[in-house]
T-cell receptor, first 112, second 112 residues
Framework: NAGVTQTPKFRILKIGQSMTLQCAQD?????MYWYRQDPGMGLKLIYY???????DKGEVPNGYNVSRSTTEDFPLRLELAAPSQTSVYFC???????????FGPGTRLTVT | DAKTTQPPSMDCAEGRAANLPCNHS???????VYWYRQIHSQGPQYIIH???NNETNEMASLIITEDRKSSTLILPHATLRDTAVYYC?????????????FGTGTRLKVLA
């Protein structure tokens, strides 16, 4: 099992550009999550999904969109990138709500 | 709306027990305490979780006070590879699932 994979590892965007952060898991987990981590801080939940076709907002969803067309993939879309979106983005998945979350290696995004 | 408070940093001698405290005085009766760690800005790694009883696994022990307002993560024989940021997390219910509320973590440095 590869676990949770994320691409790209690093990206620099100009203000106003858009991009999609990719996340995939091969553990057949229904639950998937996107977090962002600002320097020196804990992670904050952006969006989550409880299964294919179902997504919902977390604590900090503004400026982002997600989709979940398959169990395996959970891409995060940034429209009109802003400097405030400079952060490290982590994707995670879990088998159920009572199981631990498995995290990917992260995507480091800089918006200038 | 942070639910946990941790000391920002701690040192521990290699081979000794590392005791990491966490205050969660506003925790509700059905909210679990989870511990994760993050090594070198990698994705967080699950350690242990509990509700009200003390828990132990191959990595660590979790001691929760009777009033559930605080807990302590114990790494019984710390090694250099345990140097990481340790997050005490409260898992709270949200629509359809649960979400993690991360604090700012404790940076543990294990000294040779």
């Amino acid at each position: 099992n590869a676990g949770v994979t994320q691409t790209p590892k690093f990206r620099i965007l100009k203000i106003g550009q858009s991009m999609t952060l990719q996340c995939a898991q091969d553990m057949n987990h229904n639950y998937m999550y996107w977090y962002r981590q600002d320097p020196g801080m804990g992670l904050k939940l952006i969006y989550y999904s409880v299964g294919a076709g179902i997504t919902d907002k977390g604590e900090v969803p503004n400026g982002y969109n997600v989709s979940r067309s398959t169990t395996e993939d959970f891409p995060l879309r940034l429209e009109l990138a802003a400097p405030s979106q400079t952060s490290v983005y982590f994707c995670a998945s879990s088998y159920s709500t009572s199981h631990e979350q498995y995290f990917g290696p992260g995507t480091r995004l800089t918006v200038t | 709306d942070a639910k946990t408070t941790q000391p920002p940093s701690m040192d521990c001698a290699e081979g000794r027990a590392a005791n990491l405290p966490c205050n969660h005085s506003t925790i509700s009766g059905n909210e679990y305490v989870y511990w994760y760690r993050q090594i070198h800005s990698q994705g967080p790694q699950y350690i242990i979780h509990g509700l009200k009883n003390n828990e132990t696994n191959e990595m660590a022990s979790l001691i929760i006070t009777e009033d559930r307002k605080s807990s302590t993560l114990i790494l019984p024989h710390a090694t250099l590879r345990d140097t990481a940021v340790y997050y005490c997390i409260v898992r709270v219910p949200t629509s359809g699932t649960y979400k993690y509320i991360f604090g700012t973590g404790t940076r543990l440095k294990v000294l040779a």
